[in-house]
C-alpha cells in the first residue's frame, strides 16, 4: 500500500493532447504577470478554467485554457487590471 501511494504523489500532471501541457499555478502566475492568489481568485470566479490533480498536488491549468483567457482578456475588461 506504501508504494501505491508514493506513486500516486509522483503521477505526472494528467496529459491531453488536444490541449497542452498542464501548467502549475505558479507559472501560470508568471506568465499573467500576477500573483499566485490573483490566479485562483481567476479560478474561483470561473474566468480560468483548472483541472484537479491528485489529493494534495492541487491544481493546474492546461496551456490551451490559459491561451483562451488570455484571448478574450481584452484591455477593457481584463479581471487582472484590478
Do not use: F, W
Request: proline share 4%; net charge positive; hydrophobic share 35%.
Amino acid at each position: 500500500m506504501k508504494h501505491a501511494a508514493i506513486y500516486e504523489r509522483n503521477r505526472p500532471a494528467p496529459k491531453d493532447p488536444d490541449k497542452g501541457r498542464a501548467l502549475t499555478i505558479s507559472i501560470v502566475a508568471q506568465r499573467l504577470e500576477c500573483s499566485v492568489s490573483n490566479v485562483y481568485n481567476l479560478i474561483n470566479s470561473g474566468q480560468l478554467v483548472r483541472t484537479k490533480v491528485g489529493a494534495k498536488k492541487g491544481y493546474r491549468v492546461y496551456e490551451s485554457d490559459l491561451d483562451a483567457y488570455i484571448k478574450a482578456c481584452t484591455d477593457d475588461e481584463c479581471a487582472l487590471d484590478g
